[in-house]
């Protein structure tokens, strides 16, 4: 951390921080700093149905597969 500091002329604490705020927010807990807006909201609301929905269509096309298969 503390070459990354240097090199980036940014002061380890400020640094800490990020990874704290980063680590609270991936663990789905709130997380310190300020709150992230309306639209950032709806942007990570989106993802997350996106994440979703990709799973849901990963599921979807193996059962075609599948199914298929045991009609031949």
């Given at each position: 951390m503390q070459n990354v500091s240097e090199?980036?002329?940014i002061g380890q604490t400020a640094i800490r921080?990020?990874?704290?705020?980063?680590?609270a927010e991936q663990s789905g807990q709130r997380g310190i700093g300020?709150?992230?807006t309306a639209?950032?909201?709806?942007i990570r609301q989106?993802?997350?149905e996106n994440?979703?929905?990709r799973r849901d269509v990963t599921?979807?096309?193996k059962a075609s597969a599948f199914?298929?298969?045991e009609m031949k």
């Open positions: 090199s980036m002329d921080r990020w990874l704290a705020q980063f680590s300020k709150p992230l639209e950032q909201q709806r989106l993802e997350q994440q979703q929905l599921i979807l096309k199914f298929a298969r």
